[in-house]
């Protein structure tokens, strides 16, 4: 164990990740904590907040990266930062043992702990996934999927016609969730903008694919805009597969599986897997003495304190997509609050206030009672969807719900104006079509430069 002199004695708040609930938590407590003699500390492997309903524009590279996250030394000035993992909790000690960024670890006695490790993609034990597949959970994962699928139009056009160029331009999204379908027709429309741009490919020479194991997509609105969705996608060229499930991508060859009778659904192969087939909460908890439910999500009440069969548990508080919160509002999955923002951010705020009324008696401990306002999505440059408090929204008034109901929810006033400012940008520029290259090699150019040529030939 690393020593612990770096870090504050204070009787300590420790949020455990600095996503969504973390940022707020911290946020309105810091102040009045360090005020009161102590200390809010956030732990989290990353020194930002990530915007995830951001992630499919900045793959469509309508946003830039960085303005799609929130630093923590930036906002949150009165709060003890760790970059570092928690990899787990003594409740009953009051300690949590972190895995700090050069690999020592710390054990942290805390007051009070708030776990925010919100979640991680689910996925199932499907051969090769692992090895083709991404995500679209994170900043890298977005970043890197613009890249990939800019360099494999730019490299394809340099192909002849046959097996090879069509891998290289085949685009596949599994889930057809928000995230999927945002993903997917984000990146359509990018890449329509690319060939646009690039005189030896038209863009019937590329595919994309969606493959869904249920009859419709979009749970989150209603039938009838799902059913809009899908046939617009398809108008655009985008393959929509629905009761479709993937078997196999191994060597990246998918093979499908019809999901009413699992017979075989046809197969191709792709150099561009993008998996967004739902979450599951941050495994995290396992290492924690809290009560876990059958989704592997840590028990709360509707005051945000984790709850075993005793009831609360003292000093220990819980929000987002790692916890089961019950959905006061009669809506839910199960009679609990869906993994979103929406609840994420409100969560994080109420349970602020329930930490400083049960800690300094400021108010008094409420319960966290919201009821959906609905869901906006974009599919593209001046398309979306929208089911807003029940009213259904397509097309161009949809995107633009999307758009102000996205840019206002941007944590920070600077971090808001950023990205107002880069669609503004847009608007009058263009997306930026540019594939950074070399990325995961930056050094390659300077280690040639600076290899002696005697070396060179000898290595060679
Ligand atoms: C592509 C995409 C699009 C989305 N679009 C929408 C949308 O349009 N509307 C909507 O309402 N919701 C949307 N969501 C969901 C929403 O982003 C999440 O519900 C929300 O971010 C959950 O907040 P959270 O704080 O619980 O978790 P997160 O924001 O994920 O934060 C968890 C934090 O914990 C950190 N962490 C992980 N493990 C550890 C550990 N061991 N120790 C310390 N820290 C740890 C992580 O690094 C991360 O910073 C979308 C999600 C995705 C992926």
Same mark, same amino acid.
């Given at each position: ?46 020194? /930002? ?108 056009? *340099? ?9 290289? *331009? ?13 993903? *997917? ?15 030896? =490919? ?43 499930? *993937? ?30 087939? @739902? ?7 396992? %290492? ?23 009831? +609360? ?42 930490? =400083? ?17 609905? %869901? ?13 408090? @029940?009213? @259904? ?35 009058? /520029?263009?997306?930026? =079509? ?7 090699? +930056?050094?390659?150019?300077?280690? %040639?430069?600076?290899? +002696? ?8």
């Amino acid at each position: 164990m690393a020593s612990t002199t770096k870090f504050s004695d204070r009787p300590r708040v420790l949020v455990v990740g600095g996503g969504y609930v973390g940022l707020y938590v911290a946020k309105n407590l810091q102040k009045k904590v360090k005020d009161e003699g102590g200390i809010v500390t956030v732990v989290d492997p990353l020194p /930002y907040m990530t915007y995830q309903p951001f992630l499919p524009e900045v793959a469509a590279g309508t946003i830039e990266p960085r303005d799609a996250v929130v630093s923590h030394r930036m906002h949150l000035k009165n709060t003890e930062l760790i970059t570092g993992k928690v990899t787990s909790i003594n409740h009953a000690a009051r300690t949590a043992v972190i895995e700090l960024s050069d690999g020592e670890s710390v054990e942290l006695p805390y007051q009070d702990v708030v776990l925010a490790a919100g979640s991680i993609t689910r996925t199932f034990p499907i051969p090769g996934l692992a090895e083709a597949g991404i995500g679209m959970k994170s900043i890298e994962e977005a970043v890197g999927t613009r890249n990939q699928v800019l360099e494999r139009i730019e490299t394809a056009s *340099l192909m002849p016609e046959g097996p090879e160029r069509e891998r290289a *331009l085949t685009f596949v999204v599994v889930g057809g969730g928000f995230a999927g379908i945002e993903t *997917l027709t984000e990146l359509e429309d990018m890449a329509r903008d690319a060939v646009r741009n690039n005189n030896r =490919l038209r863009r019937e020479d590329l595919r994309f694919v969606l493959i869904e194991a249920m009859g419709r997509v979009m749970p989150e609105v209603k039938p009838d805009q799902a059913e809009w969705v899908v046939s617009s996608m398809r108008e655009r060229g985008i393959e929509v597969l629905l009761n479709t499930s *993937l078997a196999s991508a191994e060597n990246g060859v998918l093979k499908l599986i019809n999901m009413a009778d699992k017979s075989p659904a046809g197969e191709f192969a792709t150099d561009t897997l993008i998996w967004t087939a @739902g979450v599951q909460a941050n495994p995290m908890v396992r %290492a924690t003495d809290f009560p876990i439910d059958d989704r592997g999500r840590v028990r709360a009440n509707a005051e945000l304190r984790i709850t075993g069969d005793d009831g +609360p548990i003292e000093g220990a508080w819980a929000a987002g997509d790692i916890s089961a919160v019950p959905d006061l509002s009669g809506g839910g999955v199960g009679g609990f609050c869906v993994p979103n923002a929406q609840h994420a951010v409100r969560q994080a705020k109420q349970l602020a206030k329930n930490i =400083l009324a049960a800690r300094y008696g400021e108010g008094s401990v409420e319960e966290y009672n919201h009821k959906s306002l609905g %869901a906006v999505a974009g599919l593209g440059q001046y398309k979306g969807v929208a089911n807003i408090m @029940g009213f @259904g929204m397509k097309g161009f008034p949809a995107w633009l719900a999307h758009r102000g109901y996205h840019g206002l929810a941007m944590p920070m006033f600077e971090r808001k104006f950023r990205v107002i400012l880069g669609w503004l940008m847009n608007v009058t /520029y263009g997306r930026d =079509l540019t594939d950074l290259r070399n990325l995961k090699n +930056p050094r390659q150019s300077f280690v %040639a430069a600076a290899t +002696p040529p005697k070396k060179k030939e000898a290595a060679s």
